[in-house]
């Protein structure tokens, strides 16, 4: 049985800075790349960014590029997402996802998700 956990997530101010983690048990995790996405209240789940199986190639939505640093220790199973220069519409629900096939920006192209974890920006 897959498991996806989240976690790192909390209040902080704008400007200020937060470290997403996200363990994966019950697949070989080194094989599949990974990706984060957020849902704020009423929106749509969007795409954050990915990051592949060997963690050479990553991929960010313009709305974090240079703010956000994804990242994965295959060794101990887990995934980073590191923000910084957060802003209030940063705020939102960040979900973990194991890719599975299609476009890196959609949700439907992956499979397992974690429950998610709350990060508010506060301005």
């Known amino acids: 049985q897959v498991q996806v956990v989240e976690s790192g997530g909390g209040l902080v101010q704008a400007g200020g800075s937060l470290r997403l983690s996200c363990v994966v048990s019950g697949r070989t995790f080194s094989s599949y790349a990974m990706g984060w996405f957020r849902q704020a209240p009423g929106k749509e789940r969007e795409f954050v960014a990915r990051?592949?199986?060997?963690?050479?190639?990553?991929s960010y939505a313009d709305s974090v590029k240079g703010r956000f640093t994804i990242s994965r220790d295959n060794a101990k199973n887990t995934m980073y997402l590191e923000m910084n220069n957060l802003r209030p519409e940063d705020t939102a629900v960040y979900y973990c996802?194991?890719?599975?096939?299609?476009?890196?920006?959609?949700?439907?192209?992956?499979?397992?998700w974690g429950q998610g974890t709350q990060v508010t920006v506060s301005s």
């Open positions: 996802a194991s890719y599975k096939s299609g476009s890196n920006y959609y949700w439907t192209s992956y499979d397992y």
């Open positions: 990051i592949s199986w060997s963690g050479s190639t990553t």
